[in-house]
């Protein structure tokens, strides 16, 4: 089963851009790369998904090289509001979650 | 827009009693799955159901069952609760899109029901 890393915590500033890179080196070749945001007590939130290069869409981008083994989840401008827990379970059949990057957003 | 709807939002139980979770997908999503997320832990996966059919199972206890009923709804059913079944119960439905490999559409999750054991 296909496993991904994060690191476990990350501290930004308001207005700054904030990069998460998940590993994931045993992708299966069906897999979407997807991530969610989650706050305390409510069920997480999809964010982004891609399968390869780059994604973009109103609120992130997502970064996949071409081997897939990593993708890099690009948040612009943050505010305090975006101050959560984010992970980036691979899709086939169902989402597995892995340890997720803690995101501290000071003013 | 209609999201999925988890009841009840909270529910305290005692020890080796039971507890019945239900969910209720988006409409017209054809897939549920069931997940639990313990204190300060990550979610972790317990079954699906596709068109009604269990399509998956991850780290579901004996004491629990679950189904998917004929309108898409599911429950969970926990028996001979424990202190350590103390959890975050998050239910999340898709549509499978035909269950087309190219096509993955994201999980949409309820807010869940927090079970307390005392």
């Known amino acids: 089963l296909a496993k991904t890393t994060q690191p476990i915590s990350m501290d930004s500033y308001e207005g700054q851009e904030v990069n998460i890179t998940c590993s994931h080196n045993?992708?299966?070749?069906?897999?979407?790369i997807t991530w969610y945001q989650q706050f305390p007590s409510q069920g997480p939130r999809f964010i982004i998904q891609g399968y390869k290069t780059k994604v973009t869409n109103e609120v992130a981008s997502l970064f996949i090289p071409a081997d897939r083994k990593s993708s890099t989840l690009s948040l612009p401008r943050v505010s305090l509001s975006d101050t959560a827990v984010y992970y980036c379970?691979?899709?086939?059949?169902?989402?597995?979650f892995g340890g997720g990057t803690r995101v501290l957003v000071k003013p | 827009a209609a999201g999925v709807i988890q009841s009840p939002r909270h529910l305290i139980k005692e020890k080796r009693e039971t507890a019945t979770l239900k969910c209720y997908p988006i409409?017209?999503?054809?897939?549920v799955y069931w997940y639990q997320q313990g204190p300060g832990q990550d979610p972790q996966f317990l079954i699906s159901f596709y068109e009604k059919m269990q399509s998956d199972k991850g780290s579901i206890p004996d004491r629990f069952s679950a189904q998917q009923f004929s309108d898409y709804h599911s429950e969970l059913n926990m028996s001979s609760l424990e202190l350590g079944d103390s959890a975050l119960y998050f239910c999340?439905?898709?549509?499978?899109?035909?269950?087309?490999?190219?096509?993955?559409?994201?999980?949409?999750f309820g807010n869940g029901t927090r079970l307390t054991v005392t």
């Open positions: 409409p017209r999503h054809d897939t």
């Open positions: 999340a439905s898709r549509s499978a899109g035909g269950q087309d490999s190219s096509y993955n559409s994201p999980l949409h």
């Open positions: 379970p691979l899709a086939g059949n169902k989402l597995t």
């Open positions: 045993n992708i299966a070749t069906n897999d979407y």
